[in-house]
């Protein structure tokens, strides 16, 4: 079973370039999530997803976009890079956003670097 | 505002010895809290759960942990330590976000267990 998958495991982008973040899950959730890990800071919950069409902001969305046309897709968009975006982004899923959320599947995160 | 917090950037531990990671929550309402561990260069596992019932937990690959409500702790324990056990611990808890829920983790807990 593939899990969460999440391309590319490394980027290395200037200052105002755009690019997105792939997550794709084959476990049926209707669940989806991104963090940022930091040095100091642990997890911070960018955006999440309860299905397909539903989205909504979590700890820190300024700088980030995302949508989620399919049950299996949530793309995380960087619009202009600054490098107070560098870092470790993960891509998380669960059966739902009730009772079952707490058991989060992740993906192998994604290192990002903005220069 | 909703948060956990883990006081400890990293415990050290020798192997064979019993080792603690500590957790202290705020939140509204019954807690719902969580361990996780990650591992190097890879995504976070879920460890185990607290929901209702026994304080005491028990979890994935030995783990424990006891819940705490006057002390509004939630510390993780493990009887013996193994040199496996070196990883970055994150505790987590769930709150309601606009109908459904999220998970907030901690910054996180280095332990290093030494042969």
């Known amino acids: 079973n593939a899990g969460v998958t999440q391309t590319p495991k490394f980027q290395v982008l200037k200052t105002g370039q755009s690019m997105t973040l792939q997550c794709a899950q084959d476990m049926n959730h209707e669940y989806m999530s991104w963090y940022r890990q930091d040095p100091g800071m642990g997890l911070r919950l960018i955006h999440y997803s309860v299905g397909a069409g539903i989205t909504d902001q979590g700890e820190v969305p300024n700088g980030y976009n995302v949508s989620r046309s399919t049950t299996e897709d949530f793309p995380l968009r960087l619009l202009s890079a600054a490098p107070s975006q560098t870092s470790v982004y993960f891509c998380?899923?669960?059966?739902?956003?009730?009772?079952?959320?707490?058991?989060?599947?992740f993906g192998s995160g994604t290192q990002l670097s903005v220069l | 505002a909703q948060s956990v917090a883990q006081p400890e950037d990293q415990v050290n531990v020798a192997e064979g010895n019993p080792l603690t990671v500590k957790c202290t929550y705020s939140v509204s309402g019954n807690p719902y809290l969580f361990w996780y561990v990650q591992y190097p260069n890879r995504g976070l596992q879920f460890l185990l759960k607290?929901?209702?019932?026994?304080?005491l937990v028990k979890g994935s690959y030995g783990f424990e942990a006891e819940f705490n409500k006057s002390q509004t702790s939630f510390h993780l324990k493990k009887p013996s330590a193994l040199v496996s056990d070196s990883a970055l611990y994150f505790c987590?808890?769930?709150?309601?976000?606009?109908?459904?829920?999220?998970?907030?983790f901690g910054a996180g807990t280095r332990l290093a267990v030494h042969p």
């Open positions: 607290y929901i209702t019932g026994d304080n």
């Open positions: 987590a808890v769930r709150v309601p976000s606009g109908g459904y829920n999220k998970l907030i």
């Open positions: 998380a899923s669960s059966y739902d956003a009730g009772g079952s959320i707490e058991k989060l599947f």
